[in-house]
C-alpha cells in the first residue's frame, strides 16, 4: 500500500496530533506521522527556526526515505527541508505552502495568506514572488499576531476572532480564496467562512498537499 510521511518539522506534539485528526488517507494509501525531535523549536517563527529545525529533522529523516512513497513537510513556509529532502530523494516532495499555492491557482482569482506572527508577512510575501515569478494574482499576506502554539493554547474565541480579522483584510485587498497559512491552522476555516462568508474558498495547504501527493503517487512519481 502507498504511503505518505506527513512531517511536523518543529517538536510540538499538539501541532502534530492536529494533523492527526484533520488528514484521513484515501483508500489503497497509508498516512504515517513525524514529529520533530526534542530540542529542536517548538515553533517556528523565523529563518532561523526554519533553518535550525531542518538540521534537527533531516537526519532522523534520512534512514525513512525507503520507507514512503512521498513526503509532506508541515510547515507553512519556504521550509528548507523540502529542498534537503529533494537531494536525498527522487520521490515526491511538498511544502504545505506551495501546496496551497498551487491549489489557489487553479481555483481562480487572487488569493491571500492569513498566517501567524507579523514576520510571515514579509517573508511569505517574497516566497510567493519567488515561487511564481510575479505577485499579479497574489492579494498578500495577513497576520493574525499569533504564534503557533498560541492556536492551541489560546481560547478559541480569541483565535477565531483574531484569523477573522486577517480574514477580512485579505478580501479587503481582493482575495477570492485564502490560504491558512500555519500547519497549526488546520480544520479552522470556519473562522474564515464566518468572518467573510462561504463564497470565499478557504484552502488548507496540509490537504492540499497530501491530494497533490496521492495524485502524483497514483501517476506513477514514486
Request: glycine share 10%; hydrophobic share 45%.
Amino acid at each position: 500500500m502507498p504511503s505518505i510521511l506527513v512531517i511536523n518539522p518543529n517538536s510540538s506534539c499538539s501541532v502534530s496530533d492536529t494533523l492527526k485528526e484533520v488528514l484521513e488517507p484515501p483508500a489503497g494509501f497509508a498516512y504515517d506521522f513525524f514529529t520533530g525531535p526534542k530540542g529542536g523549536p517548538l515553533q517556528i517563527d523565523s529563518v532561523t527556526t526554519e533553518i535550525t529545525s531542518a538540521a534537527n529533522c533531516l537526519p532522523a529523516l534520512i534512514p525513512l526515505l525507503d520507507k514512503y512513497d512521498g513526503f509532506l513537510v508541515a510547515c507553512y513556509s519556504d521550509h528548507p527541508l523540502v529542498h534537503c529532502l529533494k537531494e536525498q530523494t527522487s520521490k515526491p516532495v511538498l511544502g504545505i505552502f506551495q501546496a496551497s499555492v498551487l491549489h489557489s491557482l487553479a481555483l481562480g482569482g487572487k488569493f491571500a495568506i492569513v498566517t501567524t506572527v507579523q514576520i510571515w508577512e514579509v517573508l511569505l510575501d517574497d516566497a510567493v514572488r519567488a515561487f511564481l515569478g510575479s505577485d499579479t494574482l497574489f492579494a498578500g499576506t495577513f497576520s493574525t499576531g499569533l504564534g503557533v502554539l498560541e492556536l492551541h493554547g489560546l481560547s478559541p474565541e480569541i483565535v477565531n476572532q483574531r484569523i477573522g480579522e486577517a480574514a477580512i483584510k485579505a478580501v479587503a485587498n481582493g482575495a477570492k480564496a485564502i490560504c491558512l497559512g500555519c500547519a497549526g491552522m488546520a480544520g479552522m476555516e470556519e473562522a474564515i467562512t464566518k468572518a467573510v462568508g462561504d463564497k470565499i474558498k478557504v484552502v488548507d495547504g496540509v490537504v492540499a498537499g497530501v491530494e497533490l501527493l496521492v495524485g502524483l503517487i497514483r501517476s506513477g512519481y514514486k
